[in-house]
């Protein structure tokens, strides 16, 4: 059995996190879960409204999400979240210069993320703070070893993609 690794799967709000994330993992056969319910029901209302959140919301958010892949690697278990991690101290945070948790990045560009939004129902984040999330994207530098694909592609052909960045294609 391979050793235990992490992705931590971030974008703006829009790109397909959960939905490539999900498919990563079954396709994997790795533990999947959204970062998004680690939120509060506070912060999720004020995103709702169209208020985005501050570092200072984020830090126990982050917190939470960094001790569920703390917890995965300490049971020696492989897993896929789904964290926007827009900035880089965000995702220094999380993956803490650990080899075994990787970012992949889900890039595209604001007119196809737009018109996502537009169709997207029930999700708690508006289309209107898709600005503000492009505002605060710090994209992945080299050093940070991302996994960038672009998402042009369905869902499906992303998660195959990330598969095969990883050298691994199926579940072991």
Same mark, same amino acid.
């Given at each position: 059995?391979?050793?235990?690794?992490?992705?931590?799967?971030?974008?703006?709000?829009?790109?397909?996190? @959960?939905?490539?994330?999900?498919?990563?993992?079954?396709?994997?056969?790795?533990?999947?879960?959204?970062?998004?319910?680690?939120?509060?029901?506070?912060?999720?209302?004020?995103?709702?409204?169209?208020?985005?959140?501050?570092?200072?919301?984020?830090? #126990?958010?982050?917190?939470?999400?960094?001790?569920?892949?703390?917890?995965?690697?300490?049971?020696?278990?492989?897993?896929?979240?789904?964290?926007?991690?827009?900035?880089? @101290?965000?995702?220094?945070?999380?993956?803490?210069?650990?080899?075994?948790?990787?970012?992949?990045?889900?890039?595209?560009?604001?007119?196809?993320?737009?018109?996502?939004?537009?169709? !997207?129902?029930?999700?708690?984040? #508006?289309?209107?703070?898709?600005?503000?999330?492009?505002?605060?994207?710090? #994209?992945?530098?080299?050093?940070?070893?991302?996994?960038?694909?672009?998402?042009?592609?369905? #869902?499906?052909?992303?998660?195959?993609?990330?598969?095969? !960045?990883?050298?691994? @294609?199926?579940? @072991?």
């Amino acid at each position: 059995m391979p050793d235990p690794m992490v992705l931590v799967v971030m974008g703006v709000s829009g790109s397909g996190k @959960s939905t490539v994330a999900e498919l990563l993992a079954r396709r994997l056969g790795w533990v999947f879960v959204d970062g998004d319910d680690f939120h509060t029901p506070e912060h999720i209302a004020r995103m709702h409204t169209g208020h985005a959140l501050d570092d200072a919301d984020r830090k #126990p958010w982050l917190a939470l999400i960094r001790a569920w892949i703390d917890a995965r690697l300490a049971a020696g278990t492989s897993g896929v979240i789904v964290c926007s991690a827009l900035r880089r @101290s965000y995702r220094d945070a999380l993956v803490q210069d650990r080899p075994d948790v990787r970012i992949v990045y889900l890039e595209g560009s604001r007119a196809l993320i737009g018109e996502r939004l537009k169709r !997207r129902r029930g999700h708690f984040m #508006p289309a209107e703070l898709l600005d503000s999330q492009f505002a605060a994207l710090e #994209p992945p530098g080299p050093e940070e070893r991302p996994i960038t694909v672009g998402i042009d592609d369905g #869902p499906d052909a992303v998660a195959a993609a990330i598969a095969i !960045r990883l050298g691994v @294609s199926q579940a @072991s």
